[in-house]
């Protein structure tokens, strides 16, 4: 199988290349990424050398490129998205060109070409807070955030092509991944790092806000089996199962680094905060998925793999992010 594979220089998209390479020897890829800020070269050096990986810097909102790069494949799997809520609270004009006119290039792509699929990457914030219960994927949509507005609109949008258009398009919903290559703005890298500089921990509010946490390498064997099994026109919610406190995280974090928890510090909520996010797995689960990483492993492995790769996120940490760091907690 030969995939485009967009947003592939991101955190889960990286990720996501290199488990495709991995697993199948026959399969090819080409990478394309704008690079914006959370894109990072870095995420891709190991695969320098393989023959089978082709890099392209380009924007999907670029019609012209992406029907030059995406002529020939048999799937485009779209993770290009603009991902931090409190990033799209500050600017939400790229979330939303990236989040709903990127994905308007990609379908008029998919159409035109005659691609066999599309396999749009959406997120479990779609949902809004959910105060009882999980999500399945006919809940409506109850969006907070410019982010994750834009993400609803990304998938209604690829929904009505699928319905008017008969468009191949299939979407997974996950929910909180972490993991290696995770840029250090996210909750779990920006904690383990701070902790390893033995700087505070800026936690919103009361700390009591729940995720359901998504090792990443079990996402990607489920987006995955999405792209392969999946039915046309279908979403799948794809979550860890480990609901769990934003405090319970950071303490834990604490702990695998050996630092105190006198490093917590509390700051102001951030505006529209969700309280929940929870989905419903039982359709991902019908296909033969579930996740293989207890999340008590999975945050250990995480932890130590920040901890030897100094190298990668401490110049993320400088300059630009600094400058971000600062807006974003110095006032709380």
Same mark, same amino acid.
């Given at each position: 199988?030969?995939?485009?594979?967009?947003?592939?220089?991101?955190?889960?998209?990286?990720?996501?290349?290199?488990?495709?390479?991995?697993?199948?020897?026959?399969?090819?890829?080409?990478?394309?990424?704008?690079?914006?800020?959370?894109?990072?070269?870095?995420?891709?050096?190991?695969?320098?050398?393989?023959?089978?990986?082709?890099?392209?810097?380009?924007?999907?909102?670029?019609?012209?490129?992406?029907?030059?790069?995406?002529?020939?494949?048999?799937?485009?799997?779209?993770?290009?998205?603009?991902?931090?809520?409190?990033?799209?609270?500050?600017?939400?004009?790229?979330?939303?060109?990236?989040?709903?006119?990127?994905?308007?290039?990609?379908?008029?792509?998919?159409?035109?070409?005659? %691609?066999?699929?599309?396999?749009? %990457?959406?997120?479990?914030?779609?949902?809004? +807070?959910?105060?009882?219960?999980?999500?399945?994927?006919?809940? =409506?949509?109850?969006?907070?955030?410019?982010? +994750?507005?834009?993400?609803?609109?990304?998938?209604?949008?690829?929904?009505?092509?699928?319905?008017?258009?008969?468009?191949?398009?299939?979407?997974?919903?996950? +929910?909180?991944?972490?993991?290696?290559?995770?840029?250090?703005? @996210?909750?779990?890298?920006?904690?383990?790092?701070?902790?390893?500089?033995?700087?505070?921990?800026?936690?919103?509010?009361?700390?009591?806000?729940?995720?359901?946490?998504?090792?990443?390498?079990?996402?990607?064997?489920?987006?995955?089996?999405?792209?392969?099994?999946?039915?046309?026109?279908?979403?799948?919610? %794809?979550?860890?199962?480990?609901?769990?406190?934003?405090?319970?995280?950071?303490?834990?974090?604490?702990?695998?680094?050996?630092? =105190?928890?006198?490093?917590?510090? =509390?700051?102001?909520?951030?505006?529209?905060?969700?309280?929940?996010?929870?989905?419903?797995?039982?359709?991902?689960?019908?296909?033969?998925?579930? =996740?293989?990483?207890?999340?008590?492993?999975?945050?250990?492995?995480?932890?130590?793999?920040? @901890?030897?790769?100094?190298?990668?996120?401490?110049?993320?940490?400088?300059?630009?992010?600094?400058?971000?760091?600062?807006?974003?907690?110095?006032?709380?």
């Amino acid at each position: 199988m030969k995939l485009l594979v967009t947003g592939g220089a991101g955190f889960i998209g990286s990720n996501f290349v290199r488990h495709v390479l991995s697993k199948y020897p026959d399969d090819s890829i080409l990478t394309l990424d704008k690079l914006t800020y959370a894109g990072n070269p870095a995420n891709l050096a190991g695969l320098a050398g393989e023959a089978r990986h082709t890099f392209v810097k380009g924007d999907i909102c670029d019609a012209a490129l992406v029907r030059e790069v995406a002529r020939g494949v048999d799937a485009v799997v779209n993770f290009a998205a603009e991902s931090h809520v409190d990033r799209s609270i500050l600017d939400p004009d790229a979330f939303l060109r990236t989040g709903v006119h990127g994905v308007y290039t990609l379908l008029e792509a998919v159409r035109a070409l005659e %691609i066999a699929r599309l396999l749009h %990457i959406s997120t479990d914030e779609v949902y809004g +807070s959910i105060a009882e219960g999980s999500a399945a994927e006919d809940a =409506p949509l109850a969006p907070t955030s410019p982010y +994750s507005a834009a993400k609803a609109a990304g998938d209604l949008l690829a929904l009505a092509y699928v319905h008017t258009h008969k468009t191949p398009v299939v979407i997974t919903r996950s +929910s909180n991944n972490f993991g290696p290559y995770q840029y250090p703005e @996210k909750v779990i890298p920006l904690f383990v790092t701070n902790a390893l500089d033995g700087e505070p921990l800026p936690l919103y509010g009361d700390g009591r806000n729940v995720r359901d946490w998504l090792y990443v390498l079990d996402n990607c064997e489920a987006i995955d089996l999405v792209l392969r099994q999946g039915r046309d026109g279908e979403v799948y919610n %794809i979550g860890g199962g480990h609901e769990v406190e934003n405090v319970a995280v950071t303490r834990d974090i604490l702990r695998l680094t050996g630092k =105190p928890e006198t490093l917590i510090r =509390p700051v102001k909520d951030r505006p529209g905060h969700d309280r929940r996010y929870s989905v419903d797995t039982t359709k991902i689960r019908a296909l033969g998925w579930t =996740p293989r990483h207890r999340f008590t492993d999975a945050l250990a492995a995480t932890v130590d793999w920040y @901890k030897r790769n100094e190298a990668w996120w401490r110049p993320l940490k400088s300059g630009q992010f600094q400058a971000y760091y600062r807006q974003q907690y110095a006032h709380r």
